[in-house]
């Protein structure tokens, strides 16, 4: 079964740094481009960053640009969005997504919440 | 950047209605379109890409249409399971882009 599983989420201060990972089972990890998407309560879906599968290509919003780091393990399966200088408006449900052979993202893990709060 | 027009955002419908969701492009995408369907509490699942390819394992009474900047998510038969909210999203640039999201509430 084709899995993802969001982890590192959690209540950090403004400024702050926070490190989320994505463990990837089911599917050879190493042939997908990954994304990050995120999703602040009650809004819709933004998103976040894109990696290639050799992560030759990286990009990212203007949102997060200068402040996120998306990379990825493809020896571990897993997929990092290192987040600094955290902003209250950082707050959002993040998933990690594969990007679909054919376009789209599928699957979607089932998300880890970051709250950005003093 | 690539602006997304979902409408409506809001809907109300009853179980056996037809429904329609327009989604519609500041330029140009081809039929780099997918459409998803997402339930409270839950990470959302892609329904259709390409514009008009139905994902496997979703129902036939989804269907997609559109190419370049005008798009359209169909709901033949709204059945109990598809009250939910529905996103578009662009892959033909980045950034990529969502649409505002749909509504789909029981009237």
């Known amino acids: 079964e084709v899995q993802l599983v969001e982890s590192g989420g959690g209540l950090v201060k403004p400024g702050g740094s926070l490190r989320l990972s994505c463990a990837a089972s089911g599917f050879t990890f190493s042939s997908y481009s990954m994304n990050w998407v995120r999703q602040a309560p009650g809004k819709g879906l933004e998103w976040v960053s894109s990696i290639s599968s050799s992560s030759s290509y990286i990009y990212y919003a203007d949102s997060v640009k200068g402040r996120f780091t998306i990379s990825r393990d493809n020896a571990k399966n897993s997929l990092y969005l290192q987040m600094n200088s955290l902003r209250a408006e950082d707050t959002a449900v993040y998933y990690c997504a594969r990007t679909a052979v054919a376009g789209g993202f599928d699957p979607w893990g089932q998300g880890t919440l970051v709250t950005v709060s003093s | 950047v690539i602006w997304m027009t979902q409408s409506p955002s809001l809907l109300s419908a009853s179980t056996g209605d037809r429904v329609t969701i327009s989604c519609r ?30 994902q496997s394992g979703v129902p036939s009474r989804f269907s997609g249409s559109g190419s370049g900047t005008d798009f359209t998510l169909t709901i033949s038969c709204l059945q109990s399971e598809d009250f939910a909210t529905y996103y578009c999203q662009q892959y033909y640039s980045f950034p990529w882009t969502f649409g505002q999201g749909t509504k789909v509430e029981i009237k």
């Open chain 2, 25 to 54: 492009m500041s330029q140009g995408i081809s039929s780099y379109l997918a459409w998803y369907q997402q339930k409270p509490g839950k990470a959302p699942e892609l329904l259709i890409y390409a514009a008009s390819t139905l």
